[in-house]
């Protein structure tokens, strides 16, 4: 299995440019998770999904959209790209939650975004 | 107030010493908490969950305090390859509302 795995590794973007970050898992999870990481600071969510066709908002969803078409597919899309937007990007999966128990998230290798 | 904070270290320990990190949470709802391990320029990796009882996994033991809203990581036998930043990571009840803490830093030096 390779797990979560995330392209590009690497990207400059322009401001008021758009690229679309690409997320896969070969594990048959269910949830996926879009998490970026600023210096210094904590993983943020941006959006997760609970399955193909279903996603919804995390804590910082301003700029960004996505889409769940299948199950192992989970892209993240920049529209207009902003300085602020410049961090760590990273894709995650899970199996469901048992009853509010702990579950284990596998993270891809990250994305590292540059807006200038 | 963070809802989830920790000290940011660096802890600069040798080779065979223990050390403790503690984090603490404002949510006093939470149900799931767990240390996740992050080496430099790479993703975080679970490195164990947190529960009630308290629980150890070989040199690593993890204390969760619930009346006073804290989680702990104990290392014992400190070696290099310890050297990462662990986060704290302490989830609400249902929905996906997870929340990582900014981590701390442990450097083990020979």
């Known amino acids: 299995n390779a797990g979560v795995t995330q392209t590009p590794k690497f990207r400059i973007l322009k401001i008021g440019q758009s690229m679309t970050l690409q997320c896969a898992q070969d594990m048959n999870h269910n949830y996926m998770y879009w998490y970026r990481q600023d210096p210094g600071m904590g993983l943020k969510l941006i959006y997760y999904?609970?399955?193909?066709?279903?996603?919804d908002k995390g804590e910082v969803p301003n700029g960004y959209n996505v889409s769940r078409s299948t199950t192992e597919d989970f892209p993240l899309r920049l529209e207009l790209a902003a300085p602020s937007q410049t961090s760590v990007y990273f894709c995650?999966?899970?199996?469901?939650?048992?009853?509010?128990?702990?579950?284990?998230?596998?993270f891809g290798p990250g994305t590292r975004l540059t807006v200038t | 107030r963070k809802e989830v904070e920790q000290d940011p270290g660096p802890f600069n320990v040798p080779e065979g010493a223990t050390v403790a990190f503690n984090c603490t949470y404002s949510n006093s709802a939470s149900q799931s908490f767990f240390w996740y391990r992050q080496d430099c320029r790479k993703e975080p990796k679970l490195l164990m969950s947190v529960y009630s009882s308290g629980n150890e996994d070989g040199r690593f033991t993890a204390q969760l305090n619930r009346a006073s809203q804290y989680i702990s990581l104990l290392i014992r036998d400190s070696k290099l390859s310890d050297s990462a930043t662990y986060l704290c990571?302490?989830?609400?009840?249902?929905?996906?509302?997870?929340?990582f803490g900014a981590g701390t830093r442990l450097f083990v030096k020979a």
């Open positions: 999904s609970v399955g193909a066709g279903i996603t």
């Open positions: 990571v302490v989830k609400g009840t249902g929905g996906f509302k997870t929340i």
């Open positions: 995650a999966s899970s199996t469901p939650p048992a009853g509010g128990s702990s579950h284990e998230q596998y």
